[in-house]
Structures are given as C-alpha cells and as structure tokens.
C-alpha cells in the first residue's frame, strides 16, 4: 500500500548513503522521478551524479553540504515549468554521530509558488490598467535612491477633463480611456523608464538618466502630446490634457515621499492656472 502510494504521489523520495566522496542511491521513487528521466528501478546502487540530472544534482550536493552542519536544508528546485521543495534530512547514529542515510523529500510546491506569485503580482499592480501601482511605484523609486548613481525625474500626471467623461459618457467608456491610457504612457518607457498608476485620473512617470532642464522639457513635451491624441473609444472621439507636475532626483529631494509631494505641488501650479502644461518644481512652491 506505501509504495503504491507513493508512485502516485507528485513527489520524490531519494535514500542515500556516503561512500567516502561518492554519493550512492540506495533507494528512489515517486511520481515525478519520471518527469526527470530518472527510472527507479535501475537507479539503486549508482552514483547519485548518474542519476541526477546535472542542475538538480548540484543543487542537491550543497543541500547535503549544507545539511552537514544543520541536520536539514530546504532547497528548490524547478523542472518541467513544476517547482519542488526539497527537504534534507540526515540519519545519524546517536553515539558516534556516524551520518547513517541521507533522505531528501521533494514534494511539489508549484501551485504554491503560483499563488504567492499571482498574490504579489496584485499587490503590486493595479487592477484596471496592470501598470505598477503606487506601492509599487514607491519600491522601485526607493531603490533607485538607494543606489545613488543615476538621476530621474518623478513626473506626477493629472488627467484634464477625465471626470467629465467619466460622468457624461459612463464609467465603462471612463475604465476604456484609462486603460487606453495606460497602454500609450507606458509604451513611451525606454530602457529603465516605467510608468505607474497611482489611482484615479493619476498617473506618474519616471524618466531615467536625465541630466538638464532641456531634456527634461523634451521628454515632458513628448509625454504631453501623447496624452493628448485622441482616443476612439466605441466608435467615439475623445480627447484629454494633462497637468504635470516634475521632480527631479537628487537636485530636489532625496526620498520618494518629498519627490512625490514636490510633483504633486508643482501639478497644482498648473492646475490652478488653466491646466493643459507641465512645470518643473521650483522652491516657490513650498511657500
């Protein structure tokens, strides 16, 4: 009855013993030996590097190495588009601390490892468009500062006029123009360039590796333009401005939340005079 079970189970269960610096198998099965290629009937008694195949039986002999210190090392291992938790345990006789047998227990995780991946995915990208949303947004942009080396600028978008269609033509039109949206801003990006969408009718963007006010003036120009072109959504026109506000790392701030606050105040400047422009921040703003 154990053994039939364990054919059928989506794991492996390998037996070890060392022979001065020879890995032997003394016993395999499960399931997913023969995803590997591996036949258990005529594995016994060889090498473990005959059985393995080679990226799996590194990963195995360090579990092992490491195991020595710890009696048990978990490692991963993928293969076949499947990821498996391997488990290292070793037998040892209690008086002379004699390593006995090595087990190492792989069982497959995959659908775990799918959960946790599609979990995080979500908590990092918004909903609606599947741009990075602002967690995300704070991430990257705090990790950037942390290196230090290279310069960008934050750029903080408010849609012009996003409500009024959102409230005259419908928020199945108003979801179409955002996700459109998203589409256009981030097809700009260019190299380490990424987009965001913080929520709303917000978006951010940033530029990377920008060194002066003049290609900073281009590449918002460029990004201004883009909102700007019409959208066909069911079969009707629609056009939008923007108002953006700029921040620059590290002449302006030095962390994301002062780079965000000095773009979103630099936003409003042009909110509050006629919308449809951008403007770099300047310390006026903070008066």
């Not at 391997?86 to 002379?96: G, P, Y």
């Not at 913080?198 to 460029?222: L, P, R």
Request: glycine share 4%; charged share 30%.
């Amino acid at each position: 009855m154990y053994n039939e079970l364990v054919q059928i189970l989506p794991s492996i269960i390998l037996r070890l013993v060392k022979n001065r610096d020879n890995i032997i198998v003394k016993h395999c099965e499960g399931k997913a030996l023969s995803e590997l290629g591996i036949d258990a009937s005529s594995a016994h008694d060889k090498l473990l590097d005959e059985v393995l195949p080679k990226d799996y039986y590194k990963l195995a002999v360090e579990g092992i190495s490491q195991a020595c210190k710890n009696r048990e090392y978990i490692f991963e291992h993928s293969f076949n588009k499947k990821v498996y938790e391997n488990k290292v345990q070793l037998i040892a006789d209690i008086s002379d601390e004699h390593i006995q047998e090595i087990i190492i227990f792989a069982n497959d995780i995959t659908r775990i490892r799918e959960s946790e991946d599609k979990a995080k995915y979500l908590a990092y990208h918004d909903n609606l468009t599947d741009l990075p949303n602002r967690l995300c947004l704070k991430e990257r942009v705090e990790a950037l500062i942390k290196e230090m080396d290279r310069h960008f600028i934050m750029c903080f978008i408010d849609l012009d006029g996003f409500k009024e269609i959102n409230d005259t033509a419908g928020h199945d039109v108003g979801d179409k123009l955002l996700k459109a949206m998203a589409d256009r801003i981030s097809g700009l990006a260019d190299n380490d360039d990424f987009a965001a969408r913080i929520g709303g009718d917000e978006f951010a963007f940033i530029f990377m590796d920008i060194d002066s006010d003049n290609q900073i003036k281009e590449k918002v120009n460029n990004l201004s333009k883009i909102i700007a072109a019409p959208f066909t959504i069911d079969g009707q026109l629609y056009s939008l401005t923007s108002s953006i506000g700029v921040s620059r790392f590290p002449k302006d701030a030095l962390s994301y939340n002062e780079l965000i606050k000095k773009s979103d105040l630099a936003m409003y400047e042009i909110k509050d005079n006629g919308k449809d422009g951008f403007k770099i921040f300047t310390s006026e703003e903070m008066v």
